[in-house]
């Protein structure tokens, strides 16, 4: 393969990248600083061929390599955004080396299936991105939560949610809203009864609930949802609820009937008063 040709994949390649790095890094960037990035990168290239220094093929040469093409791409204004943008170029540039590298794996070795690899991995990332940055942003804010009552216990997970503003109207206490199928096992066997009623009042959970040790722990809490002007969502006063390592005594356990995650990643929403 002659140099020139090695050099404009190179160059085209880089610029890909470097694009993708612009879009998914939210950094702006003009296109004349992109190409000159990708020049940079694509004159390394020629330089491995050209000079025999062995210094030139080492790691540390190619880390330095990617840190003057960022800055000559990007100019970061920023320590932290620097390293937020390098984060993503290294990203984006494993994911489409490792797919161009499956693609050649399982077909013959051309240019053909070169660009056939870089495609696939442009179009990965364009199709998965947002699930990748919800994924990570989710996974920040998981939190192992124990909840007992009356010696029984449960443990799941909870979403630490920013938009979670409910009250104990009574107690002031926060509420955290987790799946009825998530604590099931603790609650008594006709809490279901009571879930499906549309509307609960206290008169309603004397008659079902016979436990008298439940009677004293029921709430009732008043909200307000898109596309319900209001609703009410029955509660109950664990004996306690433990977030991480963190116990919390003053708090109201919401008992939601549907999934709340509709992927299963968590089963409950904490308040952020909670972890204050």
């Known amino acids: 393969m002659y140099l020139d040709v090695i050099?404009?994949?190179?160059?085209?390649?880089?610029?890909?990248?470097?694009?993708?790095?612009?879009?998914?890094?939210?950094?702006?960037?003009?296109?004349?600083?992109?190409?000159?990035?990708?020049?940079?990168?694509?004159?390394?290239v020629l330089i491995i061929f050209l000079l025999p220094y062995k210094m030139i093929h080492e790691v540390f040469a190619k880390i330095i390599l990617s840190l003057l093409i960022i800055y000559m791409a990007f100019t970061p204004k920023t320590l932290k955004e620097f390293l937020r943008i390098l984060a993503v170029f290294y990203l984006i540039s494993f994911a489409i080396g490792g797919t161009i590298f499956a693609v050649l794996y399982t077909a013959k070795l051309n240019l053909h299936s070169l660009w056939i690899g870089i495609?696939?991995?442009i179009l990965l990332f364009y199709t998965n991105w947002d699930y990748i940055v919800r994924k990570s942003k989710e996974e920040k804010m998981l939190y192992s939560i124990k909840i007992e009552i009356f010696q029984k216990q449960v443990e799941i997970k909870g979403l630490l949610d920013t938009g979670n503003r409910l009250y104990d109207p009574l107690?002031?206490?926060?509420?955290?809203?987790?799946?009825?199928?998530?604590?099931?096992?603790?609650?008594?066997?006709?809490?279901?009864?009571?879930?499906?009623?549309?509307?609960?009042?206290?008169?309603?959970?004397?008659?079902?609930?016979?436990?008298?040790?439940?009677?004293?722990?029921?709430?009732?809490?008043?909200?307000?949802?898109?596309g319900q002007s209001k609703g009410i969502m029955l509660g109950f006063k664990p004996d306690k609820l433990v977030v991480g390592e963190k116990e919390i005594r003053n708090v109201i356990v919401g008992v939601y009937k549907s999934q709340i995650d509709k992927y299963g990643n968590y089963a409950a929403l904490l308040a952020p008063e909670i972890l204050v």
Request: glycine share 2%.
């Open 171 to 226: 107690t002031k206490s926060p509420v955290v809203v987790v799946e009825f199928s998530a604590m099931k096992n603790i609650l008594p066997d006709n809490m279901e009864i009571l879930l499906n009623e549309e509307n609960i009042d206290f008169n309603k959970i004397f008659e079902v609930l016979k436990e008298e040790k439940w009677l004293s722990r029921i709430r009732l809490i008043p909200f307000i949802s898109v």
């Open 7 to 44: 050099f404009f994949e190179n160059l085209i390649i880089n610029y890909f990248i470097l694009s993708l790095t612009r879009k998914f890094s939210k950094k702006d960037s003009k296109p004349i600083k992109l190409f000159l990035g990708a020049l940079l990168g694509a004159c390394y």
């Open 119 to 121: 495609l696939i991995a």
